[in-house]
């Protein structure tokens, strides 16, 4: 069993920058793949970034790509989602989990899901 952590988030003006912070423990983290997901009020939750185990392999959703970095320090057990050039419509919940093997961008492969944290774009 692996246990998710999040912090970070809050409200930010159109073109700031956040990071969000997810802590695992439990299970041994380093064999998990990371990924983050969104949810908008009224939409389904969408994928927004992964990472795989080592961090050697990073994916993006178009609509972050060039704008969001996925990083991971395996030492803390910890994955990261630094958010820059945000706009209005990344406002969101946003999720972190963490699924064992390879990488993968469909939600319903990921196996542990942390608490979803606000994140809130103003124009």
């Known amino acids: 069993q692996v246990q998710l952590v999040k912090s970070g988030g809050g409200l930010v003006q159109a073109g700031g920058s956040l990071r969000l912070s997810c802590a695992a423990s439990?299970?041994?983290?380093?064999?998990?793949?990371m990924g983050w997901f969104r949810q908008a009020p009224g939409k389904e939750r969408d994928f927004v970034a992964a990472?795989?185990?080592?961090?050697?392999?990073?994916y993006y959703a178009d609509s972050v790509k060039g704008r969001f970095t996925i990083s991971r320090d395996n030492a803390k057990n910890t994955v990261y989602l630094q958010m820059n050039s945000l706009k209005p419509e990344d406002t969101a919940v946003y999720y972190c989990?963490?699924?064992?093997?390879?990488?993968?961008?469909?939600?319903?492969?990921?196996?542990?899901w942390g608490q979803g944290t606000q994140v809130t774009v103003s124009s």
């Open positions: 989990a963490a699924r064992r093997g390879v990488t993968s961008t469909v939600l319903k492969e990921y196996d542990y």
């Open positions: 439990g299970r041994t983290f380093v064999p998990y793949a």
């Open positions: 990472i795989s185990w080592s961090g050697g392999n990073t």
